[in-house]
């Protein structure tokens, strides 16, 4: 029919094709409760972006071209278009939220759980907090700027790491103190390994001692 236009398959296969359909707002996913469900929220999200063939535009997996300025111009479009979009689609999260999060994460403490349900329970809160730190796409990578980067990660996996050492039950304090010995410092899920190693020690001996305290009595 005249004045309809048509599309090939390998149009609307290409990451940088824009449908007249295509609009982030019409993404539908339930509202975000806590860090509790986060993890799923964020997997749903994924999927519809995925099935958009836009995913690649938010983890960074699609580069912008560098030698082809057609390309370079429909990337712009494409990226510019998501960020705006899901800007306005998820913008009820402010700073009040961001708030809570921080406060309930430098609140968190063991508190008698397991080293694998406290460190679960950081890594949801970690993981919520910097979901929704959205930092510009670098499209020219030099090597200052590498080293930068990687000196910004060091400090955020140190503090990471901090915060760990910082919840732990008073029993694990040797540990602790032994571990900020190292140098360099461990990542924090080698300070964990490290502690579970240490839990699961005690779970044995205390196991043994109770084994023991019942054929004393069986006698």
Same mark, same amino acid.
């Given at each position: 029919?005249?004045?309809?236009?048509? /599309?090939?398959?390998?149009?609307? +296969?290409?990451?940088?094709?824009?449908?007249?359909?295509?609009?982030?707002?019409?993404?539908?996913?339930?509202?975000?409760?806590?860090?509790?469900?986060?993890?799923?929220?964020?997997?749903?999200?994924?999927?519809?972006?995925?099935? #958009?063939?836009?995913?690649?535009?938010?983890?960074?997996?699609?580069?912008?071209?560098?030698?082809?300025?057609? &390309?370079?111009?429909?990337?712009?479009?494409?990226?510019?278009?998501?960020?705006?979009?899901?800007? #306005?689609?998820?913008?009820?999260?402010?700073?009040?939220?961001?708030?809570?999060?921080?406060?309930?994460?430098?609140?968190?403490?063991?508190?008698?759980?397991?080293?694998?349900? =406290? /460190?679960?329970?950081?890594?949801?809160?970690?993981?919520?907090?910097?979901?929704?730190?959205?930092?510009?796409?670098?499209?020219?990578?030099?090597?200052?700027?590498?080293?930068?980067?990687?000196?910004?990660?060091?400090?955020?996996?140190?503090? #990471?790491?901090?915060? $760990?050492? !910082?919840?732990?039950?008073?029993? =694990?304090?040797?540990?602790?103190?032994?571990?900020?010995? $190292?140098?360099?410092?461990?990542?924090?899920?080698?300070?964990?390994?490290?502690? +579970?190693? &240490? &839990? !699961?020690?005690?779970?044995?001996?205390?196991?043994?001692?109770?084994?023991?305290?019942?054929?004393? /009595?069986?006698?």
């Amino acid at each position: 029919m005249a004045g309809i236009s048509k /599309f090939s398959y390998r149009d609307m +296969q290409n990451p940088l094709f824009l449908h007249p359909s295509d609009n982030l707002l019409s993404i539908s996913v339930t509202k975000l409760q806590g860090s509790e469900d986060f993890r799923s929220w964020k997997r749903s999200i994924e999927i519809q972006l995925c099935a #958009k063939r836009k995913l690649g535009f938010v983890d960074g997996t699609i580069k912008r071209s560098t030698d082809d300025v057609v &390309e370079a111009s429909q990337w712009d479009t494409c990226n510019n278009m998501i960020w705006k979009q899901l800007e #306005k689609r998820f913008s009820l999260i402010d700073g009040s939220r961001k708030y809570k999060l921080t406060k309930d994460l430098f609140s968190l403490k063991q508190n008698g759980s397991t080293i694998t349900e =406290y /460190f679960t329970a950081l890594s949801a809160l970690w993981e919520e907090i910097e979901s929704m730190h959205i930092l510009p796409t670098i499209s020219n990578v030099t090597e200052e700027m590498t080293k930068f980067l990687m000196a910004i990660e060091s400090m955020r996996e140190e503090s #990471k790491l901090f915060q $760990f050492l !910082n919840g732990l039950d008073d029993c =694990y304090a040797p540990q602790r103190s032994q571990i900020l010995m $190292f140098s360099p410092l461990p990542s924090v899920e080698r300070a964990c390994s490290v502690i +579970q190693q &240490e &839990e !699961n020690q005690r779970d044995v001996l205390s196991i043994g001692q109770e084994m023991e305290m019942s054929v004393m /009595f069986s006698k």
